[in-house]
């Protein structure tokens, strides 16, 4: 019981450093160069969280899969993440960055795993999937 409890906590610690990684994020957009911006929210997803972005963008499929099965990325957690490379590829866009689909293939496969993971059909994760297919077909 007690280690659920700790699993519960870690959890629920994750999902709060998530919400507000996003949440900075969306203010730092409006103020900072987008370059600034992107090693911002890495060092902060490294400090809070134990999540290295760039190395995350540069996994195998596989590797991702065996660092996904992490038991403190719950479907809300993965769908917190997914928020952030969302705008992060968003900013990448709009810079016109060559790596903008890599940002956003990563958070339709978050979306994927967080799918498989809650074993529960979501209508805002299906819109949010479509939406992000819609930008990687259109910065193919």
């Known amino acids: 019981m007690e280690q ?3 699993l519960k906590d870690q959890i629920d ?3 709060k450093a998530l919400a507000k990684i996003l949440s900075d994020l969306m203010g730092l957009k409006t103020k900072n160069e987008p370059q600034s911006v992107f090693s911002q929210v890495n060092q902060q997803l490294k400090t809070q969280v134990d999540l290295d972005l760039d190395k995350l963008l540069k996994f195998s499929t596989d590797e991702r899969q065996v660092f996904l099965e992490n038991d403190t990325f719950n479907a ?4 917190k993440l997914a928020k952030i490379l969302k705008e ?7 810079n016109r960055a060559d790596y903008v689909s890599a940002y956003f ?7 994927n795993s967080a799918d ?6 979501s209508l805002e994760r299906i819109q949010e999937k479509q939406n992000l297919e819609k930008l990687i077909e259109q910065y193919a």
Do not use: F, P, T, V
Not at 88 to 94: Q, R, T
Not at 116 to 121: F, L, P, T, V, Y
């Open 88 to 94: 992060m590829g968003n900013l990448a866009a709009e």
């Open 13 to 15: 610690q994750m999902g």
């Open 116 to 121: 498989e993971k809650s074993k529960a059909i």
């Open 105 to 111: 293939k990563l958070a339709l496969e978050l979306l």
């Open 4 to 6: 659920r409890d700790y």
């Open 76 to 79: 809300a957690n993965l769908e």
